[in-house]
C-alpha cells in the first residue's frame, strides 16, 4: 500500500534522519523562556531536504491521513494562549502566527476573530493552530471586507504546518475577489488541514497554490461559495513541479463547480478519496491537463445530485482545454447519486485500472465513507451552518446561495482551568498523570510514546465526539 512512497523516504532517509536529529537538538534545547530558533538552526541543506520530504516519521497527530500526515506542526515548541479575539496585540492569534519558532495556538477564547487589518499570513514554519482548545462554540475566523478584506486563512512560503478544527466565514466582501479563499496554500510543503469548515468565500473555499508538496486536507466542510465563483477546491493553481496532495473525508456542498477542480503536472500523487460532493451546478470534479496531464485517483466517494444540479451536470469531467498531454484517471468505487451525467466519455478514455500513485490509505467504501463524513466532517461543535449543509446532503435539500449569510451567535463559554500555562486542562492533567502544577506538554507521562499534549488534544477530540 505505501510502496511508492516507502521507496522514495529510502532515498532520502538517512539525510532526513540528520535534519531530524538536528531538528531534535534544537528543540530539546528550548524550555518556555522564548528562545526558540529551531528554523533558524538548521542549515539551509537541512531545510531544503526537509521541504522535499513527507517530514517526521511520526504523524501529526494520531489519526492523520494522506500526504501531509507528517507535518510536524508545532511540536516540542511553544503553546501560546490566545486570550482575545481582537485583531492583534499580545494573546492575538496573529501574534500566535506571526511569532517564530515552533508553536501551537491554544485558545482561551470563543468566538469571531474578525481581522479589521490585513489577515496574517502562516509565513514562519512549524506551526499548529489547535482550535479544539477553544472553549464553548469554537473559534470562527472573518475579515472586515473591503481593502482588507482577503483569504483570512493564508498559509505562504512556508512548511510543517497543522491547522485543525477552526471556520473561515467571510460574511463581509473584499474588493478584490481572487485574493479571497478561505483557505488557500501557497508555495508551502507538509501542511494538513483538518476537521475545518468554511463558507461564502468569493473565490475558492481551498485553493492550493504555486509550488506545494506533501499536502492533507481532511475531514472538512466547504459550502456556499459565492456566484459567480461558487467553487469548492482548486487543488492545484500554477503549479511548478510535481505534488503529493491527498483530499481525503470532505463535505463540498452547495458549490456551482470545482468540486474539486484538479490540474497537477505528471509525476504528481493526487488522491481523492471518501468525500461527498453534493449539489454542483455545472461540473462534480474536473480533471485538467494544462501542466500536461493530472494523474489522479478518484474512490470512495459519494457525488449526490441537489436542487441546482441538471441532467448536464457532469461527475467527473475530463477538461482538455489548452490540454499539454492525456491525464490519467483511476476511478474506483464512487456512488453517484441523481440525475446527472457521471464520467464523461473523454474521461472514461484517460481511465487506469489502478490507482496512479499507490494510495496513502485503503479508502472506506462509498456508502460507509458518505455515513462517516455526514457524522464526523467539519469543525467541532458544529455550529448552525455546518448543520445545515449536513442536513441539506441528507435530505437533498438547500440551494446555492446568492449572499453570505449571518455568523451564528456564540454562547458564553469559560475556558478550562490552566494555571501552568501548557495548554492542557488542569482537570485532565491531575487525572491523567502529568504535572498540574508544571509546563509539561511535550513529556510523555504515561510512556506510550505520545506526548502529554496530544494526548490531551485526542482526550478533547472524544468529548466533542470524534
Ligand atoms: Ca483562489
Ligand atoms: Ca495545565
Ligand atoms: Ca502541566
Ligand atoms: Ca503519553
Redesign the pocket.
Given at each position: 500500500m505505501h510502496g511508492d512512497v516507502t521507496v522514495k523516504r529510502q532515498d532520502y532517509l538517512p539525510k532526513l534522519l540528520l535534519a531530524v536529529a538536528a531538528l531534535s537538538a534544537c528543540s530539546a534545547s528550548n524550555g518556555r523562556d522564548g528562545k526558540h530558533e529551531n528554523s533558524k538552526g538548521l542549515s539551509k541543506e537541512a531545510l531544503d531536504e526537509l521541504s522535499q520530504s513527507k517530514g517526521d516519521a511520526q504523524l501529526a497527530f494520531p489519526g492523520a491521513v494522506g500526504y501531509g500526515a507528517h507535518a510536524r506542526g508545532g511540536r516540542g515548541g511553544k503553546i501560546m494562549p490566545v486570550t482575545t479575539l481582537g485583531d492583534d496585540g499580545p494573546g492575538s492569534l496573529r501574534a500566535c502566527v506571526e511569532a517564530q519558532g515552533p508553536r501551537v495556538c491554544v485558545f482561551r477564547v470563543s468566538g469571531v476573530i474578525r481581522f479589521t487589518k490585513r489577515p496574517p499570513r502562516i509565513t514562519n514554519p512549524y506551526l499548529t493552530i489547535a482550535g479544539q482548545t477553544a472553549p464553548g462554540d469554537g473559534i470562527t475566523l472573518a475579515h472586515s471586507g473591503g481593502a482588507v478584506g482577503l483569504t483570512p486563512l493564508l498559509i505562504k512560503n512556508t512548511h510543517d504546518i497543522v491547522v485543525r478544527n477552526i471556520r473561515v466565514r467571510a460574511d463581509l466582501s473584499g474588493t478584490e475577489r481572487g485574493s479571497e479563499d478561505s483557505f488557500t496554500i501557497e508555495n508551502s510543503a507538509r501542511v494538513i488541514l483538518d476537521h475545518v469548515s468554511s463558507s461564502w468565500a468569493r473565490d475558492e473555499l481551498v485553493n492550493g497554490y504555486a509550488d506545494n508538496d506533501w499536502i492533507t486536507i481532511s475531514n472538512s466542510i466547504f459550502a456556499y461559495g459565492i456566484p459567480k465563483h461558487d467553487k469548492c477546491a482548486l487543488l492545484a493553481s500554477d503549479p511548478t513541479n510535481a505534488q503529493h496532495f491527498s483530499f481525503v473525508g470532505n463535505i463540498c456542498a452547495h458549490n456551482g463547480d470545482r468540486n474539486p477542480d484538479i490540474n497537477f503536472p505528471p509525476g504528481s500523487c493526487v488522491e481523492v478519496l471518501n468525500n461527498v460532493f453534493y449539489n454542483a451546478q455545472s461540473e462534480f470534479a474536473e480533471i485538467w491537463e494544462s501542466y500536461g496531464g493530472t494523474p489522479v485517483s478518484i474512490a470512495g466517494n459519494v457525488f449526490k445530485a441537489g436542487p441546482n444540479t441538471s441532467p448536464s451536470t457532469v461527475g467527473v469531467v475530463r477538461q482538455s482545454i489548452g490540454s499539454k498531454g492525456p491525464g490519467a484517471i483511476y476511478l474506483n468505487d464512487n456512488l453517484f447519486d441523481g440525475n446527472f451525467v457521471q464520467v464523461t466519455t473523454s474521461a472514461q478514455g484517460i481511465s487506469r485500472p489502478s490507482p496512479t500513485c499507490p494510495l496513502t490509505i485503503t479508502p472506506l467504501n462509498a456508502q460507509v465513507a458518505y455515513a462517516s463524513a455526514l457524522a464526523r466532517s467539519g469543525t467541532w461543535p458544529r455550529d448552525a451552518i455546518d448543520a445545515q449543509v449536513v442536513s441539506d446532503v441528507r435530505n437533498r435539500t438547500g440551494r446555492i446561495v446568492k449572499a453570505p449569510g449571518i455568523i451564528p451567535a456564540f454562547a458564553i463559554a469559560t475556558a478550562y482551568p490552566d494555571s501552568d500555562d501548557d495548554g492542557m486542562d488542569d482537570r485532565w492533567e491531575k487525572a491523567n498523570g502529568t504535572n498540574a502544577a508544571a509546563y509539561d506538554p511535550w513529556e510523555?507521562?504515561?510512556?506510550?510514546?505520545?506526548?502529554?499534549f496530544d494526548?490531551f488534544i485526542e482526550y478533547l477530540n472524544k468529548e466533542r465526539g470524534l
Open positions: 510523555d507521562a504515561d510512556g506510550n510514546g505520545l506526548n502529554n494526548s
